[in-house]
């Protein structure tokens, strides 16, 4: 097994692991995502993402077979004047082909990824992983990765008793 840039000829090979992907993403958050029989990203977005010199796609091949890729691309805090400059790598999607799992496969992506990243000068990698995804989750954790922000949502279709002021009165404000 070997890890790889992607050229513009590994455009269909990413697309079959973006849906494999998708799939598993509209299984374990149907509330979110739907299952799609098509490619949800157009090929242009593909090919742009591997002409980008501040992003790739890191293949995982195995015997000329393409059975994994990490989409990987330089990002930074916004521009406001309350944060610091901090220019990082950012891991959009992992995904290795189900029948190779647990091999070893995402550890060699990451690894070329923690390459990728220190060929541009940067010091951190940043990614974003659902709760309920404990699998890649705990990948993450593995690897070093800790906490820097949590996302919250409140679903107020939920039949809950919201809080109100009153509730709320000896509790400190931010």
Same mark, same amino acid.
């Given at each position: 097994?070997?890890?790889?840039?992607?050229?513009?000829?590994?455009?269909?090979?990413?697309?079959?692991?973006?849906?494999? %992907? $998708?799939?598993?993403? !509209?299984?374990?958050?149907?509330?979110?995502?739907?299952?799609?029989? @098509?490619? =949800?990203?157009? /090929?242009?977005?593909?090919?742009?993402?591997?002409?980008?010199?501040?992003?790739?796609?890191?293949?995982?091949?195995?015997?000329?077979?393409?059975?994994?890729? %990490? $989409?990987?691309?330089? !990002?930074?805090?916004?521009?406001?004047?309350?944060?610091?400059?901090? @220019?990082? =790598?950012?891991? /959009?999607?992992?995904?290795?082909?189900?029948?190779?799992?647990?091999?070893?496969?995402?550890?060699?992506?990451?690894?070329?990824?923690?390459?990728?990243?220190?060929?541009?000068?940067?010091?951190?990698?940043?990614?974003?992983?659902?709760?309920?995804?404990?699998?890649?989750?705990?990948?993450?954790?593995?690897?070093?990765?800790?906490?820097?922000?949590?996302?919250?949502?409140?679903?107020?279709?939920?039949?809950?008793?919201?809080?109100?002021?009153?509730?709320?009165?000896?509790?400190?404000?931010?």
């Amino acid at each position: 097994m070997k890890t790889r840039h992607a050229t513009v000829h590994d455009v269909p090979a990413i697309q079959r692991l973006y849906r494999e %992907l $998708d799939r598993y993403h !509209a299984e374990l958050l149907p509330a979110f995502f739907r299952a799609l029989t @098509e490619d =949800a990203r157009p /090929d242009s977005l593909v090919r742009d993402r591997i002409e980008n010199p501040d992003a790739d796609y890191l293949l995982a091949e195995d015997d000329g077979q393409i059975i994994g890729c %990490l $989409d990987i691309r330089k !990002a930074d805090h916004p521009r406001y004047p309350m944060f610091r400059r901090h @220019e990082f =790598a950012l891991i /959009d999607n992992v995904v290795v082909e189900k029948s190779h799992r647990g091999g070893g496969i995402g550890t060699q992506l990451f690894n070329a990824a923690v390459a990728w990243t220190r060929e541009r000068g940067l010091d951190h990698i940043q990614t974003t992983v659902w709760s309920a995804n404990t699998q890649t989750r705990e990948f993450y954790r593995r690897q070093g990765f800790a906490p820097l922000t949590e996302r919250l949502e409140l679903d107020l279709r939920e039949s809950k008793t919201l809080p109100t002021d009153a509730d709320n009165a000896d509790k400190p404000r931010s």
